[in-house]
């Protein structure tokens, strides 16, 4: 059986990650023009910046940080409704650790939960069960947010909600898809990206697979890849080969966890609870369609849109306007381009999301790089 350790182990070496920048430097002196990557996940970007790999990369290489953040993509529209669900007479809320802080168009929901609301942040989504059960009189709302990595567990906890016959069990469903996303940063006019390196996680459900559209329409190499700092680093030489060679190709460098098809049986899974829904508003994005899931019709009795739909604000709502976290996320603007960045907008007084989020892109420059060294040489 595969060990936990057997993940990481050897995967933070200094000299094999020196090793790999030389091979890098060297087919970069090769290619005609700059290589724009997009690491569609917030993971990668902490990678790059905790184990400061930009500082080993040539400077023909940038990266652009894309819209892979569940927490950072979500429209205040959206959280203004969970604060909406929590103020309602006996409902519980309950959603997932960084998504309380989340500043809505009023506040985040842990400002709500100080005036009073029941607004209980959960690790694991199956403690919503307990929480039904300790509360029979009350109605408890699951605000489920993610992209494909977190949907299945969320099918578990509905099926698992139905045998058990919780009635007082709803779901506020915000899980979002990765292809399309990519589909909507490339076809802005301004897009820059002619590289991808894949979220690791997602492709351990969805496969590789759902890339290849992207690698066949755009002509973009796509590297899926672990996120420890070997990986990446290794993901980034087999772009620049595929580069060198004008090749664009669909490849998986975790192979270690990641196989074309992914899991089948949790694909299953969601499959039986969720149908696409054919429009959803990014934060950043803009509306996006089929990009995101909603309950099938059998399970309507469990939906708390529907549920709740005569005191839902449905009125969208854009982010401050001092805050740059739309053009972050469409990799038109580094955090430190934002004039907000580390001074009215930090961890602890964050006013965007992407700042909010433990894999935000704002989030990690702060952390890695803080406010006052200088700018990053790639872009």
Same mark, same amino acid.
């Given at each position: ?16 990650? *020196?090793? %790999? &920048? $030389? ?6 002196? =090769? #290619?005609?023009?700059? /290589? ?46 969970? *604060?909406? %669900? &929590? $103020? ?6 309950? =959603? #997932?650790?960084?998504? /309380? ?191 995101a899931l909603q309950l099938k019709p059998e ?81």
């Amino acid at each position: 059986m595969l060990e936990l350790k057997q993940l990481y182990q050897g995967f933070r070496d200094p000299q094999t990650i *020196a090793s %790999l &920048a $030389q091979d890098i430097a060297k087919v970069a002196r =090769t #290619l005609k023009e700059p /290589i724009n990557i997009m690491e569609v996940c917030g993971g990668h970007t902490h990678t790059i910046m905790k184990y400061g790999l930009l500082d080993l990369l040539p400077d023909n290489i940038e990266f652009i940080h894309g819209p892979g953040c569940p927490v950072c993509i979500m429209p205040k529209e959206r959280i203004d409704q969970a *604060a909406v %669900l &929590a $103020q309602q007479e006996d409902v519980i809320l309950v =959603t #997932l650790g960084d998504m /309380i802080r989340v500043p809505g168009s009023k506040g985040s929901l842990a400002s709500f939960r100080a005036k009073g609301c029941d607004i209980r942040p959960i690790y694991d989504p199956l403690d919503t069960l307990k929480i039904a059960r300790d509360n029979p009189h009350k109605t408890v709302v699951f605000f489920a947010i993610g992209f494909e990595t977190s949907t299945p567990m969320t099918a578990v906890l509905l099926q698992l909600a139905e045998q058990q016959k919780l009635a007082n069990v709803f779901f506020h469903i915000n899980h979002v898809l990765v292809p399309p996303a990519i589909d909507a940063v490339m076809h802005d006019p301004n897009a820059r990206v002619n590289a991808f390196i894949g979220p690791a996680h997602v492709s351990v459900i969805s496969g590789a697979k759902i890339y290849r559209p992207a690698v066949e329409q755009y002509g973009t190499p796509v590297v899926v890849s672990g996120f420890e700092p070997v990986d990446v680093m290794e993901s980034i030489l087999r772009i620049m080969r595929q580069k060198a060679a004008g090749k664009a190709e669909l490849d998986i460098q975790y192979s270690r966890a990641v196989s074309e098809q992914g899991n089948l049986a949790a694909q299953a899974k969601v499959e039986q609870f969720f149908q696409i829904r054919p429009q959803f508003r990014w934060r950043g994005l803009g509306p996006i369609p089929n990009s995101a899931l909603q309950l099938k019709p059998e399970y309507a009795h469990r939906d708390a849109e529907l549920r709740f739909k005569n005191c839902l604000p449905v009125k969208e709502i854009d982010d401050h306007k001092a805050c740059q976290c739309g053009d972050i996320l469409r990799g038109l603007a580094k955090p430190k381009d934002c004039k907000v960045f580390g001074r009215g907008c930090n961890p602890e007084t964050p006013l965007g999301s992407c700042m909010v989020s433990s894999e935000g892109a704002c989030n990690a420059y702060y952390r890695y790089q803080g406010i006052d060294s200088k700018e990053q040489h790639h872009g």
